[in-house]
């Protein structure tokens, strides 16, 4: 794949690197080699963003940033790096500056929202028994047992951290919208995805999970990105 970025995927709250297997795995039938996915601490967008410029700062070359979820939060955060070149948005956060993933989810509350509980130690996880219904409700009910067991939350403290200088505002980004997702409500991916000035936006009757549920058209989308900046 001589001249295209390698690609770095971050994850969201809620999971983490292996939620991108499937896109993984579509991304390597392009004939993708070059591809890393980032395992946050989920502790604050501090850290994760911290996390991903340590990964990024190891890649020799160019890198098209992709995230899921909050992960988009954090590519906004950490795009700025010298050697990304472009951005790309899966069902995702792409907060502007001075915005927070907890203050946009608050202007459409999500279908899941009901289902996210506290512990005792401050972080926030979303109920086992309601995982595959608000997470993955287009993948089978094992993949989403799996994935409610597995689950990895995030210090519930981390939702309020905001964005100081948006990524997307200097690179060029891609956007995927999940019209079906009941952990970030469709209106506000609009909303966020219209703003960008995206090269593209595509719109999925998926999930929060289309990176599990529609790998397939999420690796296009990256595929179409990494040949746009290569």
Known sequence: MSGKPTIVLVHGFWGGAAHWGKTIVELSRKGYSDIKAVELPLTSLADDAERTRKMLAQVGGPVLLVGHSYGGA????????????GLVYIAAFAPDAGESP??????????AAPNLAPDSDGYLWLKADKFHDSF??????????????????PLASTFGDTIA????RSKPSWYQISSQ????????????????NAKKVIALDASHASLASRPAEVAALIDE?????G
Do not use: F, Y
């Open 181 to 196: 997702d009941r952990m970030i409500a469709p209106e506000n991916q609009k909303r966020m995805s219209a703003r960008l």
């Open 102 to 111: 907890g203050g946009i989810t608050q202007e459409h509350l999500p279908e």
């Open 165 to 168: 200088k948006p990524a997307w």
């Open 136 to 153: 993955c409700q287009d993948l089978s009910a094992d993949e989403g047992l799996i994935m409610g067991v597995t689950q990895k939350a």
């Open 225 to 229: 990105a990494a040949k746009a900046v």
């Open 74 to 85: 954090v590519i906004t955060e950490a795009g700025n790096h010298d050697n990304v070149v």
